[in-house]
């Protein structure tokens, strides 16, 4: 899901070739997510066989490129994804970054749901890292320190997250 709606939102952009997509998902992951060409072509072959796009070839400086252009399909898809919870699990902080990148094509209302789905899923972490501190703080230990430290810095994070949202939200509000 994550790849593919993150293909297809770039798309909803402009029409790009795989190398541009992989560049640009690597970009908005960050560099802690390896991607590599062997997961986004054949991807990218499969959404062409599903409908979701057309793959053209395009003469560039000697070189033959492949561009991917979305199709009506494709556009239905994207917003079919956009619209489906954010799983939990180890790459729901990935998701949220690509929700978040391509939002712009989501009528406002859904733009701001959206952030209120993402402010919630802060909450939920703050939640959980508060209780975990608690049980850290129920025994006095070098282990239990070090533990509480890495907790601490994750609740800076969701709290930064947490600002961003609202000064985000603000800002939709009063620009849109």
Do not use: C
Not at 39 to 64: C, M, Q
Not at 67 to 86: D, Q
Not at 98 to 113: G, N, P, T, W
């Amino acid at each position: 899901m994550m790849n593919e709606l993150f293909i297809l939102g770039e798309l909803m952009e402009e029409p790009q070739s795989g190398y541009h997509l992989r560049n640009a998902l690597q970009v908005s992951l960050g560099h802690h997510r390896k991607i590599s060409y062997g997961v986004i072509y054949p991807l990218l072959e499969k959404l062409e066989k599903k409908g979701f796009l057309e793959i053209t070839n395009v003469e560039s400086d000697k070189k033959n490129k492949k561009i991917a252009t979305i199709t009506e399909k494709g556009e239905k898809r994207f917003f079919e994804l956009m619209k489906m919870p954010v799983p939990k699990g180890a790459h729901n902080a990935d998701i949220y970054l690509i929700k978040l990148d391509v939002m712009q094509h989501l009528a406002l209302d859904e733009q701001i749901q959206l952030l209120d789905q993402f402010y919630q899923e802060q909450k939920d972490i703050i939640k959980d890292t508060q209780n975990a501190l608690q049980k850290l703080a129920e025994k006095d230990s070098k282990d239990h320190w070090y533990a509480s430290r890495k907790f601490e810095l994750r609740l800076r994070q969701t709290t930064v997250a947490i600002e961003w949202i609202e000064k985000f939200k603000h800002e939709l509000k009063k620009e849109w």
